[in-house]
């Protein structure tokens, strides 16, 4: 099993749409949790952070389900700009483990 | 530097020639990680730098690929004899604290003809 893994989609949504990913990890034992956004031919760039608590930024909500072991990013009224590569990404162990990625397409 | 700098940007080279790819990583950050990303697929973990430790380097393919860091802070990745199945991006990651992330630099794009 991959330690963090990702429906890759591509999950195609229109202009105003509420969209979900999420992401499991393999290791109780995990630390840290982030959401990545990576354009087209460019470098992964962070998003937010997960924090137990759940975390908003805007349109933007992150939720962590340490039982169930799953980390959740919601945006709602999806933009075009929207329209990227999402990675969760889990530290465990002092490492840091990427999902393969989520491909968002937001239509006009 | 504010970011991560990653040289050269872009980089084109024949098969069998050895390549060399640097990273500066932000200043004051100890952990330094090596990544490649070929086109469409996600990122495949290289290596791994904690401050003074042994680098964690599980994710080097094979023994053409090495990589050092000098000082605690600049590294660099070392292709011997490239093959064209080691064309893609080769990205270069720093942070602090595992509870901030990590920021990566722009990459080097490698192509190997």
């Known amino acids: 099993r991959k330690e963090v893994e990702q429906d890759p989609g591509p999950f195609n949504v229109p202009e105003g749409a509420t969209v979900a990913f999420n992401c499991t990890y393999s290791?109780?034992?995990?630390?840290?949790f982030f959401w990545y956004r990576q354009d087209c031919r460019k470098e992964p760039k962070l998003l937010m952070s997960?924090?137990?608590s759940g975390n908003e930024d805007g349109r933007f909500t992150a939720q962590l389900n340490r039982a169930s072991q799953y980390i959740s990013l919601l945006i709602r009224d999806s933009k075009l700009s929207d329209s990227a590569t999402y990675l969760c990404?889990?530290?465990?162990?002092?490492?840091?483990?990427f999902g393969t990625g989520t491909s968002l397409t937001v239509i006009p | 530097g504010a970011g991560v700098s990653q040289s050269p940007s872009n980089k084109v080279t024949e098969k069998g020639k050895d390549v060399e790819l640097r990273c500066d990583p932000i200043?004051?950050?100890?952990?330094l990680y090596w990544y490649r990303q070929s086109l469409g697929q996600g990122l495949e973990f290289l290596i791994y730098f904690q401050g003074n430790s042994a680098p964690d380097k599980s994710g080097l393919p094979s023994d053409r690929f090495s990589a050092e860091r000098t000082g605690g802070s600049v590294s660099t990745l070392t292709i011997q004899r490239t093959q064209q199945e080691d064309s893609a991006v080769y990205l270069c990651?720093?942070?602090?604290?595992?509870?901030?992330?990590?920021?990566f630099g722009s990459g080097t794009r490698l192509t190997v003809v």
């Open positions: 997960v924090y137990s």
């Open positions: 990651a720093s942070s602090l604290l595992r509870s901030e992330g990590y920021t």
């Open positions: 290791n109780s034992a995990s630390q840290s």
């Open positions: 990404v889990v530290n465990m162990i002092n490492q840091f483990y």
């Open positions: 200043s004051g950050h100890t952990a």
